[in-house]
């Protein structure tokens, strides 16, 4: 069974930066980021797949890159350019299929979540 950390949240101004970690028990098909805003759909973020293929939204795109540390089994999500928009709850999530993609519901883990808050 997959289990799920995040760390690396807090609060920071815009146009700062923050790095999320993710720390999980054994790597999957895909490893991958979503948030959720109170109210809103969730959102794919960034995801990596086993063959190092990433994916990116289109909100993200250019200012959030993602990466792994195979060694300290940990996921990170570093964020530059920060918005007020980008406030909302970060997780990490695991699925076992060959391809990542942004269908969240296709995720067969998650973790509990970290809080981003970027103030104007």
């Known amino acids: 069974q997959v289990q799920l950390v995040e760390s690396g949240g807090g609060s920071v101004q815009a146009g700062g930066s923050l790095r999320l970690s993710c720390v999980y028990t054994?790597?999957?098909?895909?490893m991958g980021w979503f948030r959720q805003a109170p109210g809103k759909e969730r959102e794919g973020v960034a995801a990596?797949?086993?063959?190092?293929?990433?994916i990116y939204g289109e909100s993200v795109a250019g200012r959030f890159s993602i990466s792994r540390d195979i060694a300290k089994n940990t996921l990170y999500l570093q964020m530059n350019s920060l918005k007020p928009e980008d406030t909302t709850m970060y997780y990490c999530?695991?699925?076992?299929?060959?391809?990542?993609?942004?269908?969240?519901?296709?995720?067969?883990?998650w973790g509990q979540g970290t809080q981003v808050t970027v103030s104007s």
């Open positions: 054994y790597s999957v098909g895909c």
């Open positions: 990596v797949d086993s063959t190092n293929s990433i």
């Open positions: 999530a695991a699925r076992r299929s060959l391809a990542c993609s942004f269908y969240s519901q296709t995720f067969n883990y």
